[in-house]
């Protein structure tokens, strides 16, 4: 992805932003443990997606309700992501 477009979506981001404590990792989920603080931590969040590259995690596609998706695929399946 270029340099340029990485700037772009971490500034749109930073507005959107929200922190929360971590809470601690309530049941196994990924085939790689260190994904399951992320995905308790976007479930506490109340994230609407969680999108990433890592197959681990692609590869449950939702987590809690919570859509998993490739980065190439956020625009075509919410329009508010759109160029």
Same mark, same amino acid.
């Given at each position: ?5 990485? %700037? ?12 929360? %404590? ?19 931590? %976007? %479930? ?40």
């Amino acid at each position: 992805m270029p340099k340029e477009d990485v %700037a772009r979506i971490i500034n749109s981001l930073h507005f959107s932003c929200k922190i929360v %404590a971590h809470e601690g990792v309530p049941e196994k989920v990924s085939r790689d443990p260190k994904d399951d603080p992320l995905l308790a931590d %976007a %479930a506490q969040a109340g994230v609407d997606y969680i999108v990433t590259g890592d197959k681990n995690l692609l590869v449950l596609a939702c987590y809690k309700n919570i859509p998993i998706v490739a980065p190439g695929l956020l625009a075509k399946i919410d329009s508010a992501f759109e160029e």
